[in-house]
């Protein structure tokens, strides 16, 4: 019985990992950085993956401290926190483009202003910036799988784990690749002019998502 048990539970981690990260915010910002700074579709691919960690880190903390506290509370902090990731995201997402226009009204007079583009381009901190906003959304769905794999063995419970784990950054690296690769057809003087802004309106707009119909 425990062992239809945990593969009961086993699909139903796969589940809500993969399906949770079909949702645009998952995905969607860190292709259309990766598209901007014209990072290959392997680094974009790595970006992902390390978001994906951090994501998934944070959600499995929080169904640890849930044991300890109560699924409740944690559920609670976990409805606040992907609000605030929701805000994070629109922020990133206007400063992004800001920044995006900027360099496009050089590009357009002819200035580079190589110096702020090598010392201030979101490149630099674009990466740690949408790691940080990824380990700021935990997914509170996978909570009660969490809750229920504490009454199994600790393998079983660990194997539930890594497959909602695997799930989730499996499904967001993928993503993330294929609408990289496929962006990377899109070319043209216009496409390296207005990519930065276009990336961050979109990044705007998914965070405004995010925060009013709670992906």
Known sequence: MSAEVALTLGAAAASVGALHALAPDHWLPIAAVGRAQGWSTGRTARVALGCGLGHVTVSVL????GLVTGRQAVTTLGGHTAAVSGVL???FGVAYALWGLRH????????RHDHYDHVHAPARVGARAL????????CVAVIPILFAAAALSVPATVAIVATYELATIGTMV???AVARAGTARVQGPWVERWAASAAGVSIAVTGVAVAVLGW
Do not use: M
Not at 104 to 111: C, D, I, S, V
Not at 131 to 138: K, L, Q, R
């Open 62 to 65: 929080l169904g640890l401290i």
């Open 174 to 176: 993928t993503l993330v």
């Open 104 to 111: 496009a009204r050089a590009h357009l007079h002819g200035h």
């Open 89 to 91: 995201l629109v922020g």
């Open 131 to 138: 790691f940080a906003i990824y380990a700021a959304d935990p």
